[in-house]
């Protein structure tokens, strides 16, 4: 186990610019819809806003409503200990890393879907059901995709795997990121998988499970989805950009922060340019995903 | 040295296929009499010292199946009053015919037998022939006939052939025995009739046909 | 005194004092009790005789060596009077409920009297005679008693069932006479003197130089014969039809020791042909042969019955099938069946016991109607499904152990289809046998039927075997052991 | 030594005392439970010590042919120990008080009893030092909780349980007692295990056929697909402490055979660690999807063992992997995974039946779309239940995800070492062991939301409450032990894993030891980062505190998007939540739908029923049985009542046998 307190200088920023991050979708969209959109940093004035109002309880709920929220924006919070961002490796490594990290997400997810289901209501009832099934199928890919990168370089943690001499290159990468950008849109509950501006409520995944929610606990998850965004575009990012030659310290880390800010573009592309798939081929999607990887991880060496 | 006594065993032996080819049950009985006598003769035509031996077991067989056993067996036919055998399973004359290819086959592997039992040469030609047809005529109306009275009867006749295979073991076997073992069939013939009996009290039949209601 | 002789004689004529005791009795009360008393006589007399035999080790001979008592034959004393005892007590237990209602009058209580202590003589004749001619006739009086007492209350069907019984029963007598014979015509070229061609200890003791083919024909015979009387399939036809219409304790001691007894009279061919062919184990394939048959027709008998008396009627072919099986395969395999003899005679007659008193409340023996009988009669249900739980084979009862190792005598002596057909047998046995037993214990219990009130002697009559089979399982005495191991030494090598 | 036999005679006793008490159920409830606990705390003494000193031996002889009374409890002994006395500690507690809510309809003497020697026969299973013994004891256990099954044989469906039971326990013991016969051929034909233990002339094929069949008979109790059917049925229908019990403990000493034949057979080669991550895989990933499809709660949960079988037989599978291929890193992660997955699943099964149990106390219903709401009445209940949740889903801090986390880490490795084509085997686990924590999520999030949270959809359900101290005391310890789990095996868990890996993997102990160490980082990282999402929760919980302080706090029904009559019944139901996975797996798990739609412009009924049966059952074994019975049935012309015939049957046997007898000379 070891610590490096540089990175939490990393984690600061993750935790302040992620808002940012997730705001670029909608202008992207707005930008293709040929309107003007809301500015980039509309999610701060929403965040803030939202903690400065009251909350409504729904009088079905219990302390799982309540605790829901909180524990699922501390559990990702935590996982950011342990994502490494090139040059500067996890705040917190050790072997098997990743496990955790991936397990914290599931740990999230798992709230998420109680809080909903506090509810009682059959809508929120309807995104948990689909939440689950879209987790389950979306981990395997993950895993193969670390899988993969993992044994390329030969290591059990997440924070040598960009930093390696020789990183993942060619079909193969193409192939990881491929699937890691799939991941990206079903963890983030994005078009194809889930339109979150959608307003009807059957067919919503991530928006309608959080209908009851109001005030700061609506402003916590919000901020939850955004810290998704920013983890999940984050490993995309450092995929992409470990094969680059290093040139200072932090050259590559601002590469990566800019292609972080592009794929939130792509995601607005693809939003914009792609409809929402119907919900009985997006398994068909994410078990391509897996095979894709398995495909990924059969070729590369 | 053995003639009179290959004389009596083919006389059992046509014996058996009269009983075979009768239907009526005053015949039948009357066939296992005639075979009665000559069984009790058959162990005196054998040289023996042990005469009384001989002797003794004649007269018990004689006592049991010329006697015994066929007043038995005629009370039995009056208590249930039945008087000829009806409709067996297998007719008269194909039982008949069966009786003889037996008696041709069990000629035919005597001398097999003998050879593979170490018998004797001097050994009475007769005896293992006559013995089987005996035997298989009684086992025939035992397996084919529909009449418990006729079964009984056929026991009888089963027996008696057992009786004559015995005769090979007649110096060795101790006499003791060989009373219990008539006493034996006696008694086997005995209960058999009671329960015959009992058959037709509770029933008033004695059609082993209709006692078929136990199967599975 | 001092070499028992004294004793075999007593066992063979205390039961013909019993008959005349019974036949003067009046009260039908008195004559069951005198019955009951009677065979406790003769089973401590049998007692001492065993004790005897074990405590000496050797065998006991008396009468001019023409009565015989050695490991096998006190084995099997001892199964018999286990049984025996067992089964009056039930018998006065079973016929005095009767008594109650009038069903049981003393003409009927002098028949059945008369007959168990005769069909006791008959098979003490079997058991201590040294002569093999004496001991088929033994067996043929056994068979007569026996097939009497099946229609005892002479009901329609007990009396088909005792008619088929005795005619199936006279045929392979007939078989086994002949058989018989032949084994004497073996010594056909030997000097042996009149008194002996067919007294066992002498057969045996020169039984290498005895005519080998002969020998072969008469097991043929022999093996059919007494085969037909063990129930081994395909003879097990009567088998069923007489379990199953004959009272509950002659259903108890026919299962219970009748089957064993003939199938102790192959027993004591099968060395002697062992001998003769120089262990050429061509008559133990046959056992195996029969063991196996009998075992998979049984199974497949098992799985669709639905009279529970038939039911343990196929059990006891089942079981045959396993003691013939063990039989054949040797060695081991001989203590093994040796063992499970007792061991299947305790429970089949606890089993016996439990659904002939069973059927007597419900009054009726299909399995559909018996149903929930834990509920309505605690002692015989649990008893009943105790019972079938050690006759399907489950540990720690006893008949577990001797099927354990039935399977390692199997697998020593690479009997490999014997062993998985035993396994597939039993198996099959165990899902069919389960099934009925499950609903029969606690199935849906119709409101009307009465509930009885279990007394002290149902307690023994249930628990006394359950504990043995326990025991047993968990604990064999060493003189038992001894004895076990002595008997198969005279059957197998 | 003596304490432990001390123990079993406490438990016989005590059980023995209850049956003769049962005239009384609170003295018989008493003598039960009191003995249970007593001899479980006794019999903890030796198990405890076991791990850290020499085996501990007994050697008595037996009159019983190839049986002796030996018992030893080394450290592979002492490991499994500890989790069956202790789990049968709680469960007795639990007990005592779960039990004597029956004690007007039923005597509780003859459950009391079963209980106790359902310890007995589990113990001496694991403590047996001979073959006969270990069969012996087997059949104890076995039998003791087939009458714990039927505790309630009125229901028609718990006699099945119980028929299917035993006959799949029964089949089972037919491939065990092969299995110690072919070990006791080799073994001059002893049944002790220290014969046993001097083997080394066994042939690969032998071994094969042992441990092949080893696999079938213990796996049928363990419960590994295809021979689990016994499984979900039989759980349910025991009284849930005793579901704890053998779901939690009886199903592993399955595993504990397993691993004690191994010991026997010498070094494994490759197949045999590839059919255990085979099996593995299947009844992890099938199992868990079976689960989600059910709406009975306990037998939702009985799926789940099947599953967590799976996981152990993964982690012993890749264990054995790394053994045949001398990657001794592999060989200890896998096996220690697999080892405390054991532990692990017992504690947290343990509790969650025990949940189940007392909701099903209160509620007297199994059926999920039943009930709802219970977590308001019930908070404590519904609290525990949570914890036992997250820890079957593998997600940290909590136990289940620590012996995952070792099997993972097993995989990963095995990714990277294993030459070319055996990759599949790691690969497979890591794409089942995802796969499965997906769904396993999916199905406590449906288990624990449906029937704890929303309203209640019955009425009746009013008035129920947190069961008493007993069962609150078990729950609550376990559910303590699900997170003090991790903290043991990092101060004191390691070295005693240690010599319980020995003595299956053969492995020199130093080098165990040092592999053993390389764990130590990861766990300490797992309790920083637990503390931290701690610490960062309790922050968020004062700031909003502090934030909704001043501010206006409203109470309103759940947003209902414009009906005017909402009821409970509109509430999303299990089978609703789980449909989408579970048709999405359709072909195996052929879920059968009634559905009559609403039909009309005003409807008046519409009804939906979904049921998911067994497939192995309905598939394999049914058939398999109903071809069986239709051979048989063939014969029964054999006797059909006719005497003439039945004469024939005697001749034509005796020609057969004549044709034998020329035919062989």
Redesign the interface.
Known sequence: MTWHWSSLSVVLAALLLSPLLLGIIPRVKAWFAGRQGQPLFQVYYDLAKLLGKGAVYSTTTTWVFRLGPLLSLSTIAASLLLLPMLEFPATLQFSGDFLLFVYLFAMARFFAILTAMDTGSSFEGMGASREAIFATLTEPALFLSLATLLKHNGTMSLSEVFLSAAPLTGTTMILIAFVLLIVLLAENCRVPVDDPTTHLELTMIHEVMVLDNSGPDLAFITYTASLKLWITSNILAQLLVAPFPEHGALLRPLLAFTTMVLLAMLVGVIESTIARLRLIYVPKLLVGASMLALLGFTIAR | MYEWMDTCLVAILVLDLYILGTSRLIAVIQATIVQGMLLGILPLTVHSQETIHHWILSISVLLSNVFLMPYLAILLIRKVEIRREVEPFLEFTPSLMIGMAIAFISFWIAPYSQKILQLPQHFPRMLMPAAITTAMSGFIILATRRKAVTQVLGYLVMENGIYIWGLTLLDKMPLLVELGVILGIFMTVMVMATVCYRVYLRLGHVNVDELSNLKG | MRDGGVLLWLLLFLPLVGVAVCLVLKSPRKILLTTCGGIFAIGAVAAIAIAIVIIRGTPILAANDWLLLDALSAYHLLVMILTFALTTLFAVRYFGDELRVNHFPTSLARQFSSLWFGIVASIMTVLLSN?L??M??GI??TT?VA??LI?LH????A??????Y???G??????A??GT??V??????LP?E??G??MWTQLMACAKTL?P??L??AF??L??GY??KVGLA??H??L??AH??APAPVSAIFSGFLLNLSLYCIMRYIPLVEVATNHAR?SLR?MVAFGIISIM?S???I????DVK?LLAYHSVEHMGIITMGLGIGGLGVLAGLFHTLNHSVCKTLSFFCAGRLGQLYGTHDMEQLSGV?RVAPVWGIGLFASI?AL?????FAI??SE??L??AA??NRAMWALVFF?FG???I??GA??HA??MT???TAADKSYDKANIIDYVLVLFPLGLLLLLG?????FL?NLIQNAALIVGK | MEIFLIALFVLAVGGATALACSFNARLASWMGAGSAVIGCTLGLIPAVRSLTTEPLTWHSAWPLPYCSFSLKIDALAGFFLIVILGLSLLGALYGGEYLYGYARQRKLGTPWLSFNFLIIGMALTVAADNGLLFLLAWEVMTLSSFLLVIFEHEQAEVRSAGLTYLIAAHIGVAFLILVFLLLSEHASGSMDFAYFLQIHDLQSKTAGIIFFFSIIGFGTKAGFMPFHVWLPDAHPAAPSHVSAIMSGVMIKTGIYGILRILTFLGPPPPWWGGLLVNVGVVSGVLGVWFALAQHDLKRLLAYHSVENIGIIAMGLGIGLLGISYHLPTIAVLGLAGGLLHVMNHAIFKGLLFLGAGAVLQATHTREMDHLGGVGKKMPLTSVVFLIGAVAICGLPPLNGFISEFFIYWASFLGTMQFADSRIIFALAIIVALALIGGLAVACFSKAFSIVFLGEPRNQEHQHIHDPGVAMTIAMVFLAAMCFLVSILVLYCGLPLLGQTIHIVSKLELQQIEYQLAAIVPPLKGLFLISSVVLLSTTFLMLWRKYLLNKRQVGKAVTWDCGYLAPNARMQYTSSSYAQPLVDLNCYILRTRKDVQKPDGYFPQTARFLSHTLDTAMQKLYRPMFEVIARLFNKLMWLQHGYLHIYMLYLVITLLSLFVFYLGIK
């Not at chain 3, 006279?170 to 078989?175: L, M, Q």
């Not at chain 3, 799985?303 to 639905?306: D, M, R, T, Y």
């Open positions: 002569n001619g004496v088929w006739v043929e009086a007569l097939s009497l229609s002479g009901q329609p069907l009396l088909e069932a005792s008619w088929k005795i005619l199936l006279v045929v392979g007598g007939t078989f006479f002949i014979l032949t004497g015509i073996s010594t056909y070229r042996v009149t008194s061609c067919l005519n083919e002969a072969k024909i043929i015979f093996l059919t085969g037909t395909p003879m036809s009567w069923p039809d199953s219409q061509w046959i027709i199974a497949a008998f799985l669709v019955q639905h038939r834990a739980l399907i084979g489950v540990a720690p577990f152990m354990f190792q399977v390692k697998l020593d396994l039993s198996s099959a165990f899902v389960l099934r499950m609903s606690w199935g849906d968990l604990w064999i005495p060493e052991w």
